[in-house]
Antibody, heavy 122, light 110 residues
Framework: QLQLQGSGPGLVKPSETLSLTCTVSGGSISSSSSYWGWIRQSPGKGLEWIGSVYYSGTTYYNPSLKSRVTISVDTSKNQFSLKLSSVTAADTAVFYC??????????????WGQGTLVTVSS | QSALTQPPSASGSPGQSVTISCTGTSSDVGGYNYVSWYQQHPGKAPKLMIYEVSERPSGVPDRFSGSKSGNTASLTVSGLQAEDEADYYCSSYAGSNALEFGGGTKLTVL
């Protein structure tokens, strides 16, 4: 059974860079046709797609966040990561890592991590 | 403000049917058949319930169905059960390698 586990600091200071890692177990991140993504959910709010990555390193970003986001993949560790720079309180959210439904490019997510709460505060 | 518009709430009694709408534009919902729906219980990660407008992943009850007309997609839950009470989010491909989500609908089983 595929499992995704997000990890990273739960508290980040304003103007700094938020860094999270998602570790994939029960399957290979290099599996063909599998894309991997990050989604966030601000407290009491809806979901927002941040971006997605293929094991080859090809990335796709939400245009509204593109200038601050970097998503990368480390196939040797079966992990992919998120960096969000110049954070403000508005970036406080639960961050989910997820896998896109195989064969569906980046349209749908079928496996999700448990979510990591990141608070931006001094 | 979310790109896709959903009603904030919906409700129905056990056994009844309820439909949740998701309105976009011709650049997202209306332009592609890449609409999906997610169910999220409090404190849990979202779960894929419908993809490609009307397809159900393995394990999702056939009480859940999806459709689309023009710029509006819909999720119908038939034979409502207590465990269906959750937040529901729609999502659509928006072109230019981008995904959008709706603001979510809280479904209450009365």
């Amino acid at each position: 059974q595929l499992q995704l586990q997000g990890s990273g600091p739960g508290l980040v200071k304003p103007s700094e860079t938020l860094s999270l890692t998602c570790t994939v177990s029960g399957g290979s991140i290099s599996s063909s046709s599998s894309y991997w993504g990050w989604i966030r959910q601000s407290p009491g709010k809806g979901l927002e797609w941040i971006g997605s990555v293929y094991y080859s390193g090809t990335t796709y970003y939400n245009p509204s966040l593109k200038s601050r986001v970097t998503i990368s993949v480390d196939t040797s560790k079966n992990q992919f990561s998120l960096k969000l720079s110049s954070v403000t309180a508005a970036d406080t959210a639960v961050f989910y890592c997820a896998r896109h439904l195989m064969g569906s490019w980046i349209y749908y997510f079928d496996y999700w991590g448990q979510g990591t709460l990141v608070t931006v505060s001094s | 403000q979310s790109a896709l518009t959903q009603p904030p709430s919906a409700s129905g009694s056990p056994g009844q049917s309820v439909t949740i709408s998701c309105t976009g534009t011709s650049s997202d919902v209306g332009g592609y058949n890449y609409v999906s729906w997610y169910q999220q219980h409090p404190g849990k990660a979202p779960k894929l319930m419908i993809y490609e407008v009307s397809e159900r992943p393995s394990g999702v009850p056939d009480r859940f169905s999806g459709s689309k007309s023009g710029n509006t997609a819909s999720l119908t839950v038939s034979g409502l059960q207590a465990e269906d009470e959750a937040d529901y989010y729609c999502s659509s491909y928006a072109g230019s390698n981008a995904l959008e989500f709706g603001g979510g609908t809280k479904l209450t089983v009365l």
